[in-house]
Structures are given as C-alpha cells and as structure tokens.
C-alpha cells in the first residue's frame, strides 16, 4: 500500500490513497462555482495524477454538500460589463482543455455526485467514464435561463450520450433531473447510498474496467425524446409545436418559453450543426458562438437576474 499523500492547492483538493486519486473542487461558500482560478488547479491536478505511476484510477468531485454548480456567474458580469469578452472565451476554452483532459484520460475517471451538478457540473459528469450518484444528487442545464449556452461542451458532449432529444430537453427547458431520472435516461450510471459513495466511487476508479459508458435509456422518456428531437427550438418557445395532448409535452414546451430567444436559437444551431461534424471541429463550433451569446442584452439580464436571487424567471427581450 503506497503511502497517502496531500497535494496542497487553495481551490482543489487532492489526495492519492492506495492507487486513486481523489480530486475535489475545495469551493463550497460559493457551491464549488467554477472560476478562471479554479480550472488551471484541476488541469494541474488532472495532469499530476495521470502522469503519476502509482495513480491507477481518479475520482473527481465537490467539498461540501454539492458536485458542481457551474461556472462562477459573476465572473461573466463582471467581463460583460467590462466589455471584455475574450477573458470568458479564454476561459471556456480553459473549461474544454480540462474536460478534454478527461475525457482522454488513460486512466478511469469517476464523477462523485454527493449534490447538484449543474451547468459545468454537469459538463464534468459527462466527460467522465462514471457517474455515480448518491440519491439527492440533481442534474441540469439552467444556462438558457440565463441568457447563454453551455460552454464547456456540453452543447456536444449532451447529445453523443443522451441522444439529440434529451440533450435538447434538458438545455432548452433547463430542466432539473433528480438521481433516479438522470439514471434513467443515461446520465448517471449508479445510485448508491450518501454513507457508500466515496467507497464505491473508489472501487470502480480502481477497476477492471468496463467498456460501456452509459447504460439504455428508459423507455418512459420516448416521447419527450421524440418531440424534442422532432420540434424546432422556435416553435416550441412559441408553443405552436404540437404535443397532441400530451400534459408532459405541455409542461416541457411552457419551460422552453421562459428563455432567452437568442441562446435557443444559437444552442440550436450549434447541436445541429456539430451532430455533422467530428467531435473536435464541433468543440470549435461551441466557441464560435460564445462572443454573439455573451453580446446579448439577454445574457446581462439573466445572470444578473439569478446573482440578485429574483424570483420567477427574467422578462428576456430577444436581443
């Protein structure tokens, strides 16, 4: 058994135990929001423990009683105000680079969802090989609420494991999944007890490892990955799109209308058009569209609305 070592870094957490790994996003007064000065420390940890011989498996997760809520909001405010755009591409290309790093990671990485993974949280999950979740955990793209997109690929990553109808139901609606229903559709691969998390988190980072993923999705959910999938992102803000009946479809197309216009619009075009392309040039095209998204009015208006704790949902304006 190798002696357990402590890397000291101010924002992450790490401590290599026995062969693993163990990764923490070390934010909890802020719900382990993602900063500028967040992502180099989990690139270099990431790094350190792939390069490390004795590291066999990583977990990666959140201190406190969340994985990840997303990136840190006000950072984007203070850049759009400040008329400095190119500071959030730099740091969504900073977010790809890391979640990149994961995803070709030789070694098995392992997401431990102890609370909400939203946003870039969830953007973490899913470019790990498993998720594994205790039953409180919850799932979600809220960023259409708030005027923009997923930018840490999610716009890319959703869709090749979820599917093109659910990766648009979840960003378009910005829907929050709990445990069980993200473990229906495919975005967690295991729910386990609160007490048993950590263990189990361990002894799958460990290996062997398994080839597969995700696991089939619940059939329960066809209907919505159909009409998603089927339905243009305007018609359903609109509410013309046709749910022949169905309450659940109301309910979903109700949500689509609440926000922003532009981020609909241009998430749309970016999950079409990268289904086309191969998954490196489609990461590209994400950024692309960072510069017009966070240029809105839109986009000032919703991450103001959510850092003033407003109740309801803004009164976006479609520019």
Not at 69 to 91: C, H, L, S, T
Not at 210 to 218: D, L, Q
Request: with cysteine; charged share 20%.
């Amino acid at each position: 058994m190798d002696t357990p070592t402590l890397l000291a870094l101010s924002l992450v957490k790490v401590d290599v135990s026995e062969g693993i790994a163990t990764i923490t996003v070390n934010r909890p007064s802020a719900l382990n929001a993602i900063s500028p000065a967040v992502l180099p420390q989990l690139q270099r940890a990431v790094d350190e423990a792939i390069a490390n011989p004795e590291v066999r498996g990583i977990v990666l997760g959140g201190e406190g009683k969340v994985f990840v809520v997303g990136a840190d909001v006000n950072f984007f405010i203070r850049n759009i105000e400040a008329g400095d755009i190119p500071r959030i591409i730099q740091f969504s290309l900073s977010g790809h680079r890391f979640l990149n790093t994961i995803d070709r990671s030789p070694k098995p990485v392992v997401a431990r969802v102890n609370g909400a993974a939203l946003g870039g949280g969830l953007e973490f999950a899913l470019a790990c090989d498993r998720v594994v979740a205790s039953p409180g955990a919850s799932f979600g793209f809220p960023e259409t609420g708030l005027g923009i997109f997923p930018g840490f690929g999610g716009t890319q990553r959703a869709p090749r494991a979820l599917g093109m109808g659910l990766a648009k139901w979840l960003i378009y609606t910005g829907k929050t999944l709990s445990a069980a229903d993200a473990l229906k559709i495919g975005v967690v691969d295991h729910i386990v007890p609160a007490d048993q998390l950590e263990g189990v988190c361990r002894a799958i980072a460990a290996g062997p490892f398994p080839p597969a993923k995700r696991r089939p999705r619940s059939p329960e959910f066809a209907a919505i990955e159909q009409f998603f999938e089927q339905s243009p992102a305007e018609d359903l803000r609109l509410g013309t799109a046709d749910t022949l009946g169905d309450p659940v479809l109301v309910r979903a197309m109700k949500a689509v209308a609440t926000k922003a216009p532009v981020a609909l619009r241009l998430v749309e075009r970016i999950i079409d058009e990268g289904a086309q392309q191969p998954f490196e040039d489609a990461l590209k095209l994400e950024i692309a569209y960072v510069t017009e998204v966070f240029s809105t009015t839109d986009a000032h208006l919703g991450l103001t609305f959510r850092v003033s704790r407003q109740l309801g949902n803004p009164d976006f304006t479609g520019h």
